[in-house]
C-alpha cells in the first residue's frame, strides 16, 4: 500500500507541489443495533482509498480516489496539484509548515480480541439479552442496544520521506430505555448516551458488563415520568463523568482548536473565545482545572500512535491550575501561531483532509470521592448522562440536559428530578469549579460523533474526567 | 450502460439466486472549496464510487457497503454479505424487497455544474471575498455531480442522476458577522457576489450589537431559521418510525399548524434535488405532509410502512432501519409577503438570520435549545434598528407553528441552508407570534 501512496505524493511533486503526503486507508466497520428483541440493523462497511494532499506556494489542494489503481493513484496526486493551483486565485500569507521527525514505521493498537472474529450471534444475543431485560420493566416502551466496530488500516507517505502504518482498532456501544407518557419521553441509557467507546478490542464490550445495569437503567426511566420537574435556580451543580467528559468537549475541546482560534472555521463551526495573545495569561477556570492532550492514553478513544500529518502522538498541557497553556494543532496552523506542532491533525477516512482534531482531551483528577462530594453538599443538584446539549459559536454560552438528576440535601442525595438542564458561560462555569473526584473514578470516556468540516467530518474523540461540584449554577432552565 | 447501472447489475449477478437482494450504486464527483480569513484554505475534490448490498435468506438479513468495485472486490464483498446474512437470527419484521414500479421522469441535472472545475469554484468564491469590500470571509462554494443506480432480484431496475451548488458564507467586522447562502442544481444560477453583499449588509448592520433582554418576542425567521425548524420536524415528526413508537407530536388530521402553513416532499418539483427513488428503489412521489395547516401524513420505508400496512412513501435513506424514513426533498410553502413587509408589521420584536446548534430536549413536543448567529436585530416599529447579540433560546417548534402564531410568510422562498446541511429544505422566512428567548451572550 506504500507504494501506491508514494504514487499519489510523485503525482503531485510532478505537477509542481513543493510539498504533498497521501494516505492508503483500509476502514472497516461493523454496527450491530437491536430494538426489543430483534434485530434490526446489521451493517459493515469497508471503505478503502487514497486522499492526497499538494502544496503550492500558500494554497492547499486534496484529492481523494476509491480507484486503487497506478493510473488512478497517480492522477489523484495530479490532480491535488491542479486545485491547489486554482486555490491561488483567492491566496493567502506564504504557508509555514511545522517541521516534524520523519518516521518510518508500524503501530498499532493495544488489543485483545479481534472485535471482527467474535461470532455475530455472541454480540446479538448480548444485545437481545439487554433489551429483554429492559423491556421486562412495565412501562418500557423501547429498549435497544447497539455496538459498533472499527478497524482501519493507514499508510501515510510525504515527500518528506514518511512511512508510517497503522493498525487502530476502536470497539463500543451501548443500550437505553425509553418510557413514553402522555405528552413526555423520558430516556436511561448506559454506559452513556451515545455508548461507551474506546480504542481496543471486543475486551472493551466485556468490561462494561452490559447485563449488569440493564434493570437499573429500565426502572429510572419509567420513574422519571413521575419525578418532579427540576426547579429553575442557581444551585450547587454536580456532575457525574459522562456529562462532565461532553462538558469538556464542548467548552474547551473545541475552544482550544488552533483552527478555531485562527479562524478557519469561522463560517460553520465557529471560532474561539480564546485569542492567542493571552496563551498563557488566560484564567480558564479555577485552579482545580488542569486539562491535557494525551493522545497516548492506552484505551482511549482519542489514542493512536501518528497524527495524519506524520506527527508522533503526544501529551501536552492545555490548562494548568486553572490558566489556558496549549492548544490543538497541525504542522500548518502550529507554524503560523509560532508554536510546536501539537499531532492533532486526523481525517475521517481516506476522502477527507486532514484537519485539528480532539485527541484526548481530560480533566486530570482531584481528590477524595463522589461520595465526599455528596458528603459535602449542603444543597445542590446532581445529574447524570446527557440528553442535549447546545453551545455557540465561540464556545462561550452553553447549555445541557441531562436524562436524570437528584436533588443534594444535607450531605446525602434526595429525591429524583427530571428534564434536569443547567447552563452557563464557560470561563465562569470552569472558575466555580469547587470540588473534583479523585484517580478512582477517572474513566476515559469516548464520544465517537464528533461532527466538523466541509464536507462533514466525523472524529472519534477521549475526554477523561470524575465527578465534580461547580457552585452557583444556573440550573432547571425551561422552555 | 452507466457506471453506476454496471456496479449494479455486476453486483446482482454474483448473488446467483443465493439471496433476496437490493443494490444500491453511486458513482461521482464531490468538491467543496473552502476559504476563511478571505482567502481559500481547504480545497478538495473526491471521486465517489461505492455500492451498498442488502440480502435476506429466508428473513435473515444483512447489509454492508463498499468502495471495492472491481470485479474481484465486488465478489468477495457479496460473498461477505451472504456469509453474514447466513449467521444472523430471523428478522420477523424484514418487508422484502420491491416490486418493479413506475418512475416520474426526473432529472435534476446540469452540464456545466458538472463540469464545474476548482478554477469556476474558486472564482465564485473571489466573487464573494470581494463584496466584503475588506471584512473577513469565511465559508464554501460546492459541487456535485452523482448517478445513482437500483435493481433488486426482483427485477427493478431504475437509475439517475443530480448536480447540486451551493455558494454559503459569512462576511465579518470587528465586532460582528453576517450570512448569505445560495443553492440549487445550477452553479450558474448562483449569484456568488450577490451573497456576499447580503453578508456584508448583515455584518455592517450588526457592527454595533446591544444586549436584548431574554424573553417572549414577536420574530422574522429567515428561510435559514425556517429550513433548520423544517428539519426538526422532519425528524422527529413526519418520521413514521418515531410516530410508531409514539414520540411523534404527528396527529393525522388535526389542525396542528398555522392555517398558511403548508409542507410537502417533493422529489418531481423542477426545483427539487436528487433522483426519482430511495434506497429501496421505490418511487418518490409527492407527499403532502401538512396542508393548511392540518398534518396530513407521515414519510416511510418499507419496513415502516408493511408494520402499518400501508405503501412505502419513498423515503428510505441509509441507516433507517435503525433512525426511521427522512424526506429529502421538503418544501415549506412560501406566502405573497416581502421580508420587509413582515418586517414591518412588527411592533417590537427580532429578527433571526441564522439559528446555531439546536438540540431538542423533548422529541415528543419539539422543545429546541440554541442559539441566535450572524445577524440578530431589534424590530421596532416596522423597522430594524439595533443590532442584537446572539441569544439562547428554548422553543417548541410546534407550538412556534400553531394555530395563530403564524403572522405572515415570505415570498422569499429557496433552498436554505439549515444547520445540517444546504441542500434539504426549501424554505420562506416566517413572522411568528412568538418565540421564547432565555438568555443573552452573557448567559
Known amino acids: 500500500m506504500f507504494d501506491h501512496a508514494e504514487l499519489a505524493v510523485q503525482g503531485a511533486l510532478d505537477a509542481g507541489a513543493a510539498y504533498s503526503d497521501a494516505r492508503v486507508v483500509i476502514a472497516k466497520a461493523e454496527t450491530i443495533h437491536v430494538q426489543n428483541q430483534n434485530l434490526s440493523q446489521l451493517d459493515r462497511s469497508e471503505h478503502a482509498g487514497v486522499g492526497v494532499r499538494a502544496l503550492i506556494g500558500p494554497s492547499w489542494g486534496f484529492a481523494a480516489t476509491a480507484d486503487l489503481s497506478d493510473h488512478a493513484v497517480r492522477a489523484a496526486g495530479e490532480r491535488a496539484a491542479a486545485i491547489a493551483k486554482a486555490s491561488a486565485l483567492v491566496p493567502g500569507p506564504l504557508m509555514e509548515f511545522a517541521d516534524v521527525a520523519v518516521n518510518q514505521t508500524f503501530w498499532e493498537t493495544p488489543h485483545t480480541e479481534d472485535p471482527f472474529t467474535v461470532a455475530l450471534s455472541e454480540k446479538v444475543d448480548l444485545l437481545v439479552a439487554v433489551t429483554k431485560t429492559m423491556q421486562g420493566v412495565n412501562g418500557v416502551k423501547i429498549a435497544t442496544g447497539n455496538l459498533t466496530f472499527w478497524d482501519t488500516n493507514k499508510w501515510f507517505v510525504s515527500s518528506q520521506g514518511h512511512r508510517i502504518h497503522q493498525h487502530i482498532v476502536e470497539s463500543g456501544g451501548g443500550y437505553d430505555a425509553t418510557a413514553i407518557g402522555e405528552s413526555e419521553t423520558q430516556r436511561r441509557s448506559y454506559p452513556q448516551s451515545f455508548g461507551q467507546y474506546e480504542t481496543g478490542g471486543y475486551e472493551v464490550v466485556r468490561g462494561w458488563e452490559f447485563e449488569s445495569h440493564a434493570q437499573r437503567v429500565a426502572e429510572e426511566a419509567v420513574a422519571l415520568l413521575t419525578a418532579d420537574e427540576m426547579e429553575e435556580r442557581e444551585t450547587n451543580l454536580i456532575l457525574e463523568g459522562s456529562q462532565l467528559a461532553l462538558q469538556i468537549h464542548e467548552s474547551v475541546g473545541h475552544a482550544i482548536e488552533l483552527d478555531r482560534i485562527l479562524g478557519w472555521e469561522a463560517a460553520f463551526a465557529g471560532t474561539s473565545h480564546l485569542e492567542l495573545d493571552k496563551l498563557g495569561t488566560h484564567r480558564y477556570g479555577s485552579e482545580l482545572m488542569n486539562i491535557t492532550a494525551d493522545a497516548t492514553l492506552a484505551g482511549a478513544l482519542g489514542s493512536f500512535g501518528f497524527d495524519d500529518e506524520g506527527t508522533p502522538a503526544g501529551a501536552v498541557d492545555i490548562v494548568k491550575d486553572g490558566v489556558w497553556v496549549g492548544v490543538l494543532s497541525g504542522r500548518d496552523s502550529a507554524a503560523i501561531a509560532g508554536l510546536p506542532p501539537g499531532g492533532m491533525v486526523r481525517a475521517d477516512g481516506y476522502n477527507r483532509l486532514p484537519m485539528v482534531r480532539m485527541t484526548n482531551v481530560g480533566l486530570l483528577p482531584g481528590t477524595g470521592s463522589f461520595e465526599d462530594i455528596i458528603a459535602d453538599t449542603d444543597d445542590g443538584v446532581y445529574m447524570e448522562t446527557n440528553r442535549s446539549w447546545s453551545i455557540d459559536d465561540k464556545r462561550l454560552n452553553f447549555q445541557f440536559g441531562c436524562e436524570i438528576g437528584w436533588e443534594v440535601k444535607k450531605g446525602k442525595v434526595g429525591k429524583m428530578l427530571k428534564n434536569p438542564t443547567y447552563t452557563g458561560i464557560t470561563p465562569q462555569f470552569w472558575g466555580s469549579l469547587d470540588r473534583l473526584a479523585g484517580e478512582d473514578e477517572h474513566l476515559h470516556w469516548g464520544i465517537p460523533n464528533c461532527g466538523k468540516g466541509q464536507p462533514m467530518q466525523v472524529a472519534h474523540t477521549g475526554h477523561s474526567a470524575s465527578p465534580a461540584r461547580f457552585a452557583n449554577v444556573r440550573v432547571g432552565v425551561k422552555g | ?443
Request: charge should be negative; hydrophobic fraction near 40%; aromatic fraction near 8%.
Open chain 2, 1 to 443: 450502460m452507466t457506471r453506476h447501472e454496471e456496479l449494479v447489475e455486476t453486483t446482482l449477478a454474483l448473488i446467483a439466486g443465493r439471496a433476496d437482494a437490493e443494490v444500491y450504486a453511486d458513482v461521482g464527483t464531490l468538491s467543496l472549496t473552502r476559504f476563511a480569513n478571505s482567502f481559500i484554505h481547504q480545497n478538495v475534490s473526491e471521486d465517489v464510487a461505492e455500492v451498498t448490498l442488502k440480502v435476506a435468506i429466508d428473513g435473515r438479513v444483512s447489509s454492508s457497503t463498499t468502495t471495492h468495485t472491481t470485479p474481484e472486490g465486488l465478489a468477495a464483498f457479496v460473498d461477505a454479505v451472504i456469509d453474514s446474512a447466513a449467521q444472523q437470527p430471523v428478522d420477523d419484521k424484514w418487508p422484502g424487497i420491491g416490486n418493479p414500479a413506475e418512475y416520474a421522469i426526473v432529472d435534476h441535472w446540469d452540464e456545466a455544474t458538472a463540469d464545474a472545475d476548482p478554477v469556476d469554484r474558486a472564482m465564485a468564491v473571489k466573487d464573494f471575498v470581494d463584496a466584503g469590500e475588506g471584512m473577513l470571509a469565511a465559508g464554501f462554494c460546492q459541487t456535485e455531480s452523482q448517478g445513482h443506480a437500483f435493481g433488486n432480484s426482483n427485477g427493478v431496475r431504475v437509475s439517475g442522476r443530480f448536480t447540486t451548488a451551493a455558494i454559503d458564507g459569512i462576511q465579518q467586522s470587528p465586532t460582528s458577522a453576517g450570512s448569505g447562502h445560495a443553492a440549487g442544481s445550477r452553479i450558474g444560477a448562483l449569484d456568488a457576489g450577490g451573497v456576499g453583499a447580503l453578508a456584508t449588509q448583515r455584518a455592517r448592520d450588526g457592527a454595533r450589537p446591544i444586549d436584548a433582554k431574554p424573553g417572549e418576542y414577536e420574530v422574522v425567521l429567515s428561510p435559514e431559521c425556517v429550513s433548520t425548524i423544517g428539519i426538526f420536524l422532519n425528524a422527529y415528526g413526519f418520521n413514521a418510525k418515531t410516530a410508531e413508537e409514539g414520540m411523534s407530536f404527528v396527529e393525522l388530521g388535526s389542525q396542528q399548524f398555522d392555517e398558511s402553513v403548508n409542507i410537502w416532499d417533493d422529489a418531481t418539483d423542477p426545483r427539487a434535488l436528487y433522483v426519482s427513488f430511495d434506497i429501496e428503489g421505490t418511487p418518490k412521489r409527492r407527499t403532502d405532509l401538512v396542508t393548511d395547516g392540518v398534518t396530513r401524513s407521515l414519510v416511510h420505508n418499507r419496513r415502516t410502512a408493511a408494520k402499518v400496512g400501508v405503501a412505502s412513501t419513498g423515503h428510505a435513506v441509509p441507516g433507517g432501519d435503525v433512525f426511521g424514513p427522512f424526506a429529502v426533498n421538503m418544501f415549506i410553502g412560501g406566502g405573497d409577503s416581502s421580508v420587509e413587509a413582515l418586517i414591518s408589521g412588527v411592533e417590537r420584536g427580532i429578527y433571526v438570520s441564522t439559528f446555531n446548534y439546536c438540540r431538542v430536549l423533548d422529541p415528543k413536543s419539539l422543545v429546541v435549545t440554541g442559539l441566535t448567529r450572524n445577524g440578530t436585530f431589534m424590530i421596532e416599529n416596522g423597522k430594524i434598528t439595533d443590532a442584537v447579540t446572539n441569544l439562547r433560546f428554548t422553543q417548541s417548534f410546534i407550538s412556534a407553528l400553531g394555530p395563530g402564531n403564524v403572522l405572515g410568510v415570505g415570498d422569499d422562498a429557496r433552498f436554505a441552508d439549515s444547520e445540517f446541511g444546504p441542500l434539504l429544505v426549501h424554505a420562506p422566512s416566517m413572522r411568528l407570534a412568538s418565540w421564547n428567548f432565555t438568555g443573552g451572550a452573557d448567559g
